[in-house]
């Protein structure tokens, strides 16, 4: 048995950290419920340790957190207080913690590891301001006055010479407890918490320095015959209810700045979520119509979408024709022209036509719904450098109460008089510099703004750890259809055999291809369509596996498909093969057509390269990376492409396992493979690669496996998110080492460092300042990311 553990005490094997309400079974894994004590998450079939209580076995991480369990369990069974009033949430929302989201809960509270208020996983328009934000500025402001006078009459020898020392003391208590109990009572709650869950964090040490000022100063206050002369200064004992307040406010402060700075996060999703209509205009069975809400649309309604109005959800047009405005989701400002069959996008923007459409997706399953649910995934994520943050703030928390203590013995014991009041002022401003919110905050915030950033330049990350690794990539495989081309076949030519014109061939063709439903034949059809053709009736239709089609048409025997099936039915094309094999060089697909067995003519179709594709492959050069397309195209049209394009390997006749063996072997040699593509075909080589880059334009399949989706389906996003990553990285390791120096710097200063040299000493006012100048710097600086590299949509 694994007996190893994490830095808790915790075994290793059974456990991780997700807390909750011991109630909730909120968890990631289903089979795991949550020890009641610690709040981490326990797989009951692994973990040896167990307790009957009230009716029902309960499930342990240790031994030890089982011992404390069943000697109280009532006071594990109540949830955690929460530190702001909360808003009322709608059924069925969960809550996670921004710094730790592997904590979920069901219900507002406090987060068991960081003791951060719990956000809604999924941010509503109905949301409001945030509660906590409320509750802490009003916390704030109403006890600021209350400081400031204590601070007054802390100055008092000075400012109030008439006033005796001991009506001081009792006018600072007076004044400063509701500072610290009222004011200072989420920071409290947080500081317990942490205690009895033995997650050391930030509170830790801001609760125990204020506790230990105010606390000091209270029996210094009531009881000044237990202190020795030394402690006597001024005509009364030292008292710092003065330093008790004021790090309170100053922590508030600090708060409401974060909480104010982190809130823009959240503002990319909100923009989103703003893009959708609240109603649709339903269309009901008697003929009637009827406005409702956007949640009652069901799958198969058919709906009503009037000019000017936004698409409600993801259909299919029925009947109407109009222009629909879809530059939220491709970028592209040009409206794209909709008639009946063609497909519409919840929350695009309807043109001058009416339309009546099919709702096939809704709620969830919308394509906003997806963007909006992968961002929210992505900002919770944790990037792999946060386990390095997380892994030092433990042990750091530890370091620092160790220093504040020898901060304390050393003073008091060799200090200069009043040797144990200066013990008492450097061992609290130890506690209260070193707070490492803003070691907790470098990565986290670098993330959400980040996510945020990409988001509107089009480019979704699943999570932090894309984030991170997408910046290692020096080759980039692509697939050429639906990723380097539009995936659509178009016409090209046609060329036609005298005395026959190349009308009469494209009309034949057409007539005989328009029972097909093969893309080409689409191409075909649409092309004659296009040129007003009415088309004849098709008889004796067979198609051919992958050869082509056979039939009669106007009384004549046609045959339309590949050389191969000219060959096998005896046609000579070699009167066409030159002009074929030119065609075929320039990466079109070449079909021959034979009237009563004599060749007639041939039809070019080729799949478009994307307009924004060469200068996508230009950008990815010039970033270093290498391009590598492999495509179930020949080999000859595959080539054709690549030498067309610049790309540096080709590959063609790809199978779906051959994608995925090509990645393998890139891995191989040492290098860094994301791979690019839109199909079900390749799904396998987007989950195998080191990062796998999903066309939001292509198949949910693709984009499941992926790690990186391009909402555009557009190739320039690849060097957006590349660069995008690349600021994330930096921002995160910029954070990361202004935490670590600034600490590096303060703990000293605050602990005296500096005073056999220069006199100088830091109350813990200054401390408690400089603490929160360090968690907004950390925040600003993460905010920074919002114009990192990256086309806006």
């Known amino acids: 048995m694994n007996t190893s553990s994490g830095p808790h005490g915790h075994p290793a094997s059974c456990c991780h950290a997700h807390a909750g309400t011991p109630q909730d079974q909120a968890v990631a894994d289903p089979a795991k419920v949550i020890d009641p004590v610690c709040g981490m998450s326990v797989d009951p079939a692994r973990t040896p340790h167990h307790g009957e209580y009230d009716g029902r076995t309960w499930h342990f ?165 237990l202190f020795p002369p030394a402690f006597h200064e001024h005509g009364r004992v030292g008292v710092y209810f003065e330093a008790a307040a004021v790090i309170v406010s100053l922590t508030l402060l600090g708060q409401l700045l974060e909480l104010k700075a982190r809130s823009r996060t959240s503002s990319a999703i909100r923009a989103l979520l703003e893009l959708a209509p609240t109603t649709a205009r339903r269309l ?175 480019v979704l990350f699943r999570d932090a750890e894309a984030i991170e690794r997408l910046r290692e990539v020096d080759t980039v495989i692509v697939d050429k259809t639906g990723t380097l081309t539009e995936g659509r076949p178009a016409f090209d030519e046609v060329v036609a055999l005298a005395p026959l014109d190349e009308n009469h061939i494209l009309h034949l063709s057409a007539s005989l291809d328009a029972g097909s439903e093969h893309p080409l034949a689409t191409a075909i059809v649409g092309e004659a369509r296009r040129r007003g053709m009415v088309l004849s009736p098709v008889e004796d239709f067979e198609s051919g596996a992958g050869t082509g089609v056979r039939g009669r048409v106007d009384g004549h025997a046609l045959l339309l498909g590949s050389p191969a099936l000219m060959h096998t039915e005896g046609v000579d094309v070699s009167a066409l093969e030159e002009r074929a094999t030119a065609l075929r060089d320039q990466g079109a697909s070449v079909m021959f057509l034979a009237i009563d067995g004599r060749t007639a003519g041939l039809l070019a179709v080729s799949d478009p390269v994307k307009a924004s594709t060469p200068e996508a492959l230009e950008r990815l050069h010039a970033a270093g990376l290498r391009i590598v397309m492999a495509s179930g195209d020949g080999e000859g049209t595959a080539r054709a492409v690549g030498q067309r394009l610049g790309i540096d390997e080709v590959h063609g006749e790809m199978t779906p396992a051959g994608k995925v063996e090509l990645g393998h072997r890139l891995h191989g040699e040492g290098r860094r493979v994301a791979m690019a593509g839109d199909g079900i075909n390749d799904a396998p080589a987007l989950a195998a690669a080191d990062i796998g880059i999903a066309m939001g334009t292509g198949t949910d399949v693709a984009m499941s496996s992926a790690q990186v989706t391009l909402v555009k389906g557009d190739l ?78």
């Open 716 to 793: 320039r996003g690849i060097a957006d998110a590349i660069a995008i990553s690349a600021a994330a990285v930096r921002n995160m390791r910029q954070n990361l080492g202004f935490a670590l120096l600034y600490n590096a710097l303060g703990v000293p200063i605050a602990a005296g460092a500096l005073y056999p040299f220069t006199g100088l000493v830091m109350s813990p006012m200054l401390a408690a300042l400089a603490m929160s100048l360090s968690s907004v710097s950390v925040v600003g600086n993460a905010l920074r990311l919002r114009f990192a590299g990256g086309r806006d949509g």
């Open 284 to 458: 009901r069975a008697d003929g009637g119509e009827e406005d409702v809400p956007l949640a009652d649309v069901q799958a198969g309604d058919r709906l009503r979408v009037r000019p000017g109005e936004k698409v409600p959800v993801d259909g299919t047009v029925l009947e109407g024709r109009s222009h629909i405005d879809e530059s939220m989701l491709t970028g592209e400002p040009m409206p794209v022209a909709k008639a009946p069959g063609d497909s519409v996008v919840g929350a695009t923007l309807n043109g001058s036509g009416a339309l009546v459409m099919q709702a096939t997706r809704v709620g969830e399953a919308t394509v906003l719904a997806r963007i909006v649910q992968l961002v929210a995934q992505a900002q919770r994520s944790r990037a792999p450098m946060q386990k390095l943050a997380d892994r030092v703030s433990y042990w750091f928390v530890l370091g620092v109460i160790g220093v504040a203590v020898l901060a304390l013995l050393g003073w008091g014991l060799f200090g200069p008089e009043p040797s144990w009041t200066r013990a008492v002022l450097h061992a609290v401003s130890v506690l209260i510099i070193a707070c490492p919110c803003a070691l907790g905050l470098a990565t986290p915030m670098s993330v959400m703004v980040a996510t945020g950033r990409a988001a509107q330049a089009g």
């Open 61 to 225: 991480c240790s031994a030890r957190c089982r011992e404390r369990f069943l000697a109280e369990p009532a006071r594990f069974l109540a949830p955690p207080g929460t530190a702001a009033e909360e808003a009322p949430a709608p059924p069925g929302t969960l809550y996670t913690c921004p710094m730790d989201p592997e904590i979920v809960r069901d219900a507002p509270g406090i987060c068991p590891i960081c003791g951060m208020a719990l956000e809604p996983m999924m941010p509503s328009l109905d949301d409001g301001e945030n509660p906590e934000l409320v509750d802490f500025r009003r916390r704030f402001w109403w006890t600021l006055p209350l400081t400031a006078l204590t601070m007054l009459l802390a100055m008092g020898g000075n400012l109030f010479p008439w006033l005796p020392a001991t009506t001081r003391t009792w006018l600072e208590l007076a004044l400063a407890t509701p500072v610290v109990l009222w004011a200072g009572w989420p920071f409290l709650q947080r500081w317990a918490v942490s205690i009895t869950t033995r997650h050391l964090n930030m509170w830790t040490l801001i609760g125990t320095g204020v506790l230990a000022a105010y606390g000091y100063s209270v029996v210094a206050a009531l009881a000044p015959g």
